[in-house]
């Protein structure tokens, strides 16, 4: 299950990334992620917390969306590591109790795998940086349904669209809100003269990134 915010919104967003560059374009040579896909995009939203004025503009968006999407959200969840911070500013934004979890549980002390108080039935919304396939949020999630938790969403800054990402998260009882995407910032970056002779390029990796990838093997 997928949602989306308002496009205005979306597109305001997809700046702040790119004024902060937070977002990074190169198609000859592209990025290369871990699982080994090319991309012309990369996206760094560890970046804002450095930026507070983008920052707080970015938080005032995630208050925007909890209210209109998850208005009845009791404790906010990060995603290690990249989640945190975002979670920790809405928490405090919200007046709201937080919790983070780890990929995997510690191996030495407690062996917590989610720090912080988690009482059973309470309604919890994931909080990551940014959505590709959307595993490490997804893996984050059922860690908080076994511990009790009800997850009642998750809310991310940015959002690739990858079809993987779509069916993953198709098979979840909770939707997913994204603040931007990779479609707005397409649109948004092409409109300055210095990417706008790529937006054919840009547009194809979003049809088939497998394809575009494989072309630079």
Same mark, same amino acid.
């Given at each position: 299950?997928?949602?989306?915010?308002?496009?205005?919104?979306?597109?305001?967003?997809?700046?702040?990334?790119?004024?902060?560059?937070?977002?990074?374009?190169?198609?000859?040579?592209?990025?290369?992620?871990?699982?080994?896909?090319?991309?012309?995009?990369?996206?760094?939203?560890?970046?804002?917390?450095?930026?507070?004025?983008?920052?707080?503009?970015?938080?005032?968006?995630?208050?925007?969306?909890?209210?209109?999407?998850?208005?009845?959200?009791?404790?906010?969840?990060?995603?290690?590591?990249?989640?945190?911070?975002?979670?920790?500013?809405?928490?405090?934004?919200?007046?709201?109790?937080? #919790?983070?979890?780890?990929?995997?549980?510690?191996?030495?002390?407690?062996?917590?795998? #989610?720090?912080?108080?988690?009482?059973?039935?309470?309604?919890?919304?994931?909080?990551?940086?940014? #959505?590709?396939?959307?595993?490490?949020?997804?893996?984050?999630?059922?860690?908080?349904?076994?511990?009790?938790?009800?997850?009642?969403?998750?809310?991310?800054?940015?959002?690739?669209?990858?079809?993987?990402?779509?069916?993953?998260?198709?098979?979840?009882?909770?939707?997913?809100?994204?603040?931007?995407?990779?479609?707005?910032?397409?649109?948004?970056?092409?409109?300055?003269?210095?990417?706008?002779?790529?937006?054919?390029?840009?547009?194809?990796?979003?049809?088939?990134?497998?394809?575009?990838?494989?072309?630079?093997?």
């Amino acid at each position: 299950m997928e949602n989306v915010h308002q496009t205005s919104s979306k597109e305001k967003i997809a700046n702040i990334l790119l004024d902060i560059e937070a977002v990074k374009i190169s198609l000859d040579p592209p990025f290369t992620w871990s699982s080994g896909l090319k991309s012309p995009i990369y996206c760094d939203n560890r970046l804002i917390i450095s930026h507070p004025q983008s920052r707080q503009l970015l938080i005032e968006a995630m208050v925007a969306a909890v209210k209109e999407n998850f208005a009845q959200v009791e404790v906010i969840a990060g995603t290690a590591t990249a989640g945190i911070p975002h979670a920790a500013f809405l928490a405090q934004e919200l007046n709201l109790p937080m #919790i983070y979890v780890r990929s995997s549980p510690k191996g030495h002390g407690m062996h917590n795998q #989610i720090e912080g108080h988690l009482n059973p039935g309470q309604k919890v919304l994931m909080i990551e940086d940014l #959505i590709s396939t959307g595993g490490s949020v997804i893996k984050a999630a059922h860690a908080v349904q076994n511990a009790g938790g009800q997850v009642i969403g998750a809310l991310a800054i940015f959002n690739y669209l990858l079809d993987t990402g779509r069916q993953n998260f198709a098979k979840e009882s909770f939707p997913l809100v994204t603040l931007s995407d990779y479609a707005t910032l397409i649109d948004t970056v092409t409109q300055k003269p210095d990417f706008a002779s790529h937006k054919q390029s840009l547009a194809n990796w979003y049809k088939d990134p497998q394809a575009w990838s494989q072309a630079f093997n």
